[in-house]
């Protein structure tokens, strides 16, 4: 009888200590909000990506202002993971391919200058990954589209 109940203290010992330990790991700071063709898209994408749409329109990125832009930028980084996923179809290394002109791209935003977009980032808390991103999907959109209307581009041409 004592087994069994050193055998139930344990168990619910378990039991707390895993919920416990899995609070912590996946805090409710960061979930998966969504998956698009099998690409996540996360709490915190989603909030970078409103930061950067009301820096853009509303130059600053208080949080009511950020709130305002939560659908937005949803819609936006779905649209996102279905371009990546059709740059994937065409050549499954693309997002790596255009990762230098990104790069290019994303430092002449800031007078090619690595202070200031260093300072950006550091201003509002915006990881490099999530500016890049955006410039990535732009970059493999124009190639899908390109890829996908070959005829109609080359008669343009």
Known sequence: MTLIFLNLKLL???????????????????????????????????????????????????????????????????????????GKKINKNLITIVSDQANQILLSEFGNSKLKLDQFIKKYSISKSTLLKKHKAQLIWGIVLRHKYKVQFSKLE
């Open 12 to 86: 619910v010992f378990i039991i707390f200590f895993s919920t416990h330990i899995f609070k912590f790991a996946f805090s409710e700071e960061n979930y998966i909000v969504t998956i698009v063709n099998k690409i996540p898209i996360t709490k915190l994408d989603i909030l970078n990506r409103a930061k950067l749409i009301s820096i853009s329109i509303d130059k600053n990125s208080e949080i009511k202002n950020i709130k305002n832009y939560y659908n937005q930028s949803l819609q936006t980084l779905i649209d996102e993971k279905i371009i990546l996923s059709a």
